[in-house]
């Protein structure tokens, strides 16, 4: 006992001096360090900060603003990402993941869909404005990847909780931006502002997952409280439209997990290969309906005709690109459907629809499965999506696609944060 007492004594007069004579001189004994800074995970760490600090705080507000500020900011995100993985070597191996990718149900169903993309350019009358979205789908395709693939094994809570912070800042401003545009006309401002709320959707799901999983329901709802008044004052009722579909996915699954993944995946999958019968099943249901659906109805007009003149048609599709060029050259009538569901049978016909189909349904079928608490959320996130392609959404536009990767990228984001450390018990010598 005296022996341990002498040496814990003797130990600390050494810290002390070693104290005093870094006071002294502005160095530590030789002896002293045991442990030297690695600049490569300083820097790497602070990049990383930086690329999520982009995604989660400058993105979502950028987005109400400009209408490129998905486009520029995602892109420079991932790459910092990339960046700071390249640099600590944190990330996971690029072959065995690529391989599982490519080999999932997943994988080979979304290739499929880009494979029949570019086969219809053989056939489509827009092959130059066809051909350079194509290329900008797959260049963004790839750069999600290597986004993902540049995320550490486990990602540090700190990052992550800016996720909240943001989508809280972009729902108080854009509550802010909408209350300075009520009562003008709309304009470019006002569509953009649109364009943001449904961004501000699309982020605030991953938000809510990580929140509940870290046990914060209360803060989760109040986060889709704000969310959800900033859409409502929306100009257009497009933005909580799309958040209530989430909603409802959230609500059903946190219910029965089980129950809302296999409803979510059906849905999405079944109401996309239908969908030819929506206009001769849907005109006489809308007609006895009080409200004045006559848009609407228009709509479903050409559809119907677009189907009873070139059935053939839905085999093939007319290629890729040609519904929305279609559209500004006159082709088309105006009131052509501007929905999922009709440009994609009329792009791409069954075997491009079938393809996509099964691909929704495998990626929402395995969403969270290894972590059940995210599991609502993700149904969530996978609804608002479907909902806000089905209900208008150009599927084709860039900052669409953009927004729907950085999503896809928080998810994985918040998956790879779901880890527990447990630190060692503290025992007094002689009890347990």
Known sequence: MLHCTYSFAAQCRLASGEIKAYLRHGIFPQAMPTALTDPAADAAALLRRLGFAIFMLALPVAALFTRRGVVVLAPLGIILLIIASALDRTGRPAGPTLRRIASSRVGLSAGLVLFWCGLSLLWTPFLAEASERLFNI???????IAGILALPERMRSANLYLLPVGVAAAALAGIAA?????????????????RGLI?????????????VSRGRRLEGGLLVLVVA??????????????????????????????????????????????????PFVLPPLLRVLP????????????????????????VTGHGFETALRGRLIGRLPNEMPSTLLFE???????VGVVAGAVALASGAARAGRDHPLLIPGMMAGFASTYGFACLGIGTAQIWWL???????????AIERGQFRTTRPKAFIHGSR
Do not use: C
Not at 405 to 410: G, H, I, K, S
């Open 402 to 412: 953009t927004a729907v990767a950085v999503a896809a990228l928080l998810f994985v």
């Open 199 to 211: 961004v501000l959707a699309l982020a605030l799901w991953p938000a809510v997952a990580w929140l």
């Open 291 to 314: 409200a004045n659906m006559t848009d609407v109805l228009a709509s479903l007009e050409v559809w119907r005709n677009v189907i009873l003149n070139e059935p053939a048609r839905l």
């Open 138 to 144: 797959i260049g963004l395709v790839a750069l999600t």
């Open 229 to 278: 008044i900033a859409a409502l004052l929306a100009p257009h009722p497009l933005p909580i439209q799309g958040l209530l579909i989430g909603a409802v996915a959230f609500a059903v699954t946190s219910l029965s997990p089980a129950f809302g993944v296999k409803a979510t995946s059906l849905a999405m999958a079944g109401l996309l290969i239908l969908a030819p019968l929506i």
């Open 344 to 350: 994609s049978w009329y792009e791409l016909g069954l």
């Open 178 to 194: 909408v209350g300075l545009q009520m009562g003008k006309p709309m304009d470019e401002d006002g569509q953009n502002l649109e």
